[in-house]
């Protein structure tokens, strides 16, 4: 297959300029009449130029592109922290190289392999595993644990998932609620974690004690998750469970079609508060009470983080084993019209 690329030499011998004066006039640096970067820019965009980062970075032995690794786009919640994070990467100048790993180690450590061989100049990831931190450690390079942690030695941008749990359920016990379950897929990343030790301070802190029984664990995958809502439900219900936290967006939106499925109605029969303000929430009727990650934010604050640590001068950066930063995003209620309010006796 032929190199069709158009390069500087194109546009050169095409304009009948030096190579030096078309450099200048695309990278904006050094001097050259507003005439002739005109006649540049518009041969450029004629001809289909496009920059070659790579050739870039290595003559300037420094990158403008950073690595994002994330486990899905699927999730909206991954699609928002991508759009945050690039909104403010490009902003400053750097172009985001997006990979997928599907929250499979293996994939992660190949993402990461491939990043380093582009030479990217710093990764942020949502962790599944501290090797792929640690490979990105020793080769010299920035890297930040973005969402989840999985490891104390890297820094870390995430939501305060823990306020989180908390603010949840103290909402469901303000409105009477005691019967609260929390849904959770699993419990093996910080988020899930976090969350369901929130359930559980929001209990104590009320003088109560923490109903176990209903903090129950889904399974991984979707599939997991539906199969298990359809003998999970009618369980809770048999409990006399009120009130249900659903800690992430994906296991709310299953509940929610399963309760339906099985001809329960929210608020009536079960209040419900989702973690994520996903916009299925507000869409549906009755729309759902959220906790919102703010997760825009949490993109956007990533890609300043990440930047920051690339760019600080080599005596100001973060060397291995020197302190690491952790910065969480607060969480906030959008209360809506999934939970009534019951009577001490148990009654709306």
């Known amino acids: 297959m032929s190199d069709k690329r158009v390069r500087i030499g194109d546009i050169s011998k095409e304009l009948g300029l030096s190579s030096s004066t078309v450099s200048r006039a695309l990278s904006g640096k050094g001097y050259v009449a507003a005439e002739v970067k005109a006649r540049v820019v518009e041969a450029a965009r004629r001809m289909g130029y496009v920059p070659d980062l790579t050739a870039r970075n290595l003559r300037r032995r420094s990158s403008t592109q950073v690595g994002l690794v994330v486990s899905s786009l699927l999730d909206p919640f991954y ?125 104590t802190r009320a003088g109560l004690t923490p109903p176990e029984d209903l903090c129950v664990k889904l399974g991984d995958t979707r599939e997991d998750i539906e199969t298990a809502l359809r003998t999970v439900v009618p369980r809770l219900v048999k409990q006399g469970v009120t009130a249900i936290f659903a800690a992430n967006s994906q296991v709310a939106q299953l509940l929610y079609t399963a309760l339906q499925d099985q001809g329960l109605s929210v608020p009536d029969d079960v209040s419900l508060v989702a973690y994520d303000d996903a916009n299925w929430t507000e869409m549906v009727r009755p729309a759902i009470s959220v906790i919102t990650q703010h997760v825009d934010m949490l993109g956007q604050t990533a890609a300043d983080q990440l930047i920051g640590m690339i760019e600080a001068p080599k005596a100001e950066a973060p060397s291995v084993g020197a302190p690491v930063s952790r910065f969480l995003v607060q969480p906030t209620l959008v209360e809506r019209d999934s939970v009534r309010t019951l009577t001490p006796d148990g009654s709306a």
């Not at 994070?85 to 450590?109: C, H, M, N, T, W």
């Not at 190949?110 to 990831?125: F, N, R, Y």
Request: one cysteine or more; glycine letters at 12%.
């Open 79 to 203: 699609a928002q922290l991508a759009t945050g994070f690039q909104s403010v990467a490009r902003r400053r100048g750097y172009e985001v190289v997006l990979i997928i790993d599907g929250a499979d180690p293996g994939e992660e450590k190949a993402a990461v392999e491939s990043l380093l061989a582009m030479g990217v100049g710093g990764i942020a990831m949502t962790p599944v595993s501290d090797e792929a931190l640690a490979r990105v450690e020793d080769y010299g390079i920035c890297t930040l644990q973005l969402d989840r942690s999985v490891s104390s030695r890297y820094s870390l941008i995430g939501g305060d998932n823990r306020a989180g749990g908390v603010i949840a359920t103290e909402h469901l016990l303000s409105n009477g609620h005691r019967d609260i379950a929390v849904l959770v897929d699993h419990d093996r990343w910080t988020t899930g974690f976090e969350r369901i030790a929130g359930w559980r301070d929001a209990f």
